[in-house]
């Protein structure tokens, strides 16, 4: 083609104009394929993100039940405390909606009544975490009475 | 006076005792009906001895799903959170375990046999992984031939669940002690809860009485004792007891032969104790990387305390 130049020189620099208009229209076009990709893109991702922020509530609900201080926390708190994979932000979702299918939130014993009802209290739900007492045991005192009960080993029983 | 009871009273339960105490007397009758209940409720739903136990419908399922009471299905999920946080050293799936060694009855009636163990040891380990309580907790699934055994945890979690009925219904401070699991709730006594701390074997069953090595104040929580010594019993010539360790199915290797440990609730207690006593040596470290207040007693009688245990002795 170069010899074209040579040969006409105003045929030379209408080429150049197409080549340049040729070449600015597709640049246009990849624009706006681009622009269409990456707003499809972040409108697929977006909910993500915001779904994996919400383990936070999860611990108070999935304890459904654990109340007070003198409770342990609920295990499954443990496994959504991490939301780094698609799996373990379902897992919480899943958690969080089980436990708004559970019953409704027990008392607390701060809340218990003084005066006793005739039935008994709802029992809160109990999960080891192998958590440490809020008070730890403190020897007895050199003047105090002997020891109303004693833990041992179970003798005897199933 | 510091930790004396207004209210105290002691049953024959699970095969051992119960005592119930609160800080209020006039709270007593209430807390025994109680505690009745919740001791009449765990053995129905979870005793490995009883035939007509859910816990028995359960693995006698062959491997299908079944339907389970709300207290069953609480004290398998505990049973098997207890399994995961420790590694699998407190595996319910021990049960099968227990009956090789000759634990298939209520203890008072194993130990008068002394034949030799009839079946080559099972292990359990990991077993507990195939256990499917269904996520509402409905439905649980056993895998044919795996018999649970729940007598690591559930009896913890009685002691639990019942203290904080009490303590919530009659709205005064509590103690439930089971066998030596013991759970405390509500506001304690002046002084708080003075507990004796026990190691060794010789038990007086008509007065629920042991000699204690240490006497502790304790205010909230739970305390739980696990021992080699307690249930042990001979098979021809070998000394067995009743904690498996799920990767021999044999009784864990005697290097404790009690551990005590305070945590948050009975549950937690028992759950570290059972798993010391499996692991041996390596508890110490392992109890005190999480703060549990323990004291370990070896085989020779040397006392080893972590995580904050008061360490004076002969106190009681």
Known sequence: MRHRYHESPGGARDESLRRVSRLTWRTSQLGVLATVGITVMFARTAPAPAASIQPAPAPTTLSAVPTGPGYPTVAATRATVKPRTKASTRSAVSAAATAATAPAPQTSQADAPTVAPAQPAPAPTYSPSLAPPTTAPAPAPPSSAPASTVSSASHGGG | ?316
């Open chain 2, 1 to 316: 006076m510091a930790g004396t009871p207004y209210g105290k009273h002691t049953r024959d339960a699970l095969g051992t005792f119960a005592t119930v105490m609160v800080t209020d007397s006039a709270a007593l009758d209430i807390a025994r009906a109680l505690l009745d209940g919740e001791l009449a409720a765990i053995d129905a739903a979870c005793s490995r001895f009883r035939p007509d136990s859910e816990l028995t419908q359960v693995c006698a399922a062959s491997g299908r799903p079944v339907p389970v009471s709300p207290l069953l299905a609480e004290a398998l999920s505990v049973a098997l959170t207890a399994a995961k946080i420790t590694g699998g050293d407190v595996d319910p799936t021990c049960g099968r375990a227990l009956v090789s060694l000759g634990y298939d009855r209520d203890f008072t009636l194993v130990r008068p046999d002394t034949s030799a163990p009839r079946q080559p040891p099972i292990r359990s380990w990991g077993g507990w992984r195939g256990v499917k309580l269904s996520a509402a907790g409905r439905q649980v699934t056993v895998p044919e031939g795996v018999l649970l055994d729940l007598g690591a945890t559930a009896k913890a979690l009685a002691a639990d669940r019942a203290v904080a009925a009490i303590a919530a219904t009659a709205g005064c401070g509590a103690l439930v002690n089971l066998g030596g699991d013991i759970s405390v709730a509500g506001p304690p006594p002046e002084g708080g809860w003075l507990v004796g701390v026990a190691d060794g074997a010789t038990f007086d069953t008509t007065t629920a009485s042991v000699e204690s090595s240490q006497v502790i104040v304790v205010r909230d929580g739970g305390l739980a004792t696990s021992s080699v010594l307690g249930r042990s019993w001979r098979r021809g010539r070998t000394q067995l007891h009743h904690i498996i360790d799920p990767r021999t199915g044999l009784p864990a290797r005697p290097y404790w032969r009690t551990v005590s440990v305070a945590a948050r609730s009975c549950v937690d207690a028992n759950t570290a104790t059972t798993a010391a006593i499996v692991r041996g040596e390596r508890a110490v470290n392992w109890l005190d990387r999480l703060g549990l207040p323990a004291r370990l007693v070896r085989q020779d009688g040397a006392v080893v305390t972590v995580a904050g245990w008061p360490s004076a002795e002969g106190t009681g």
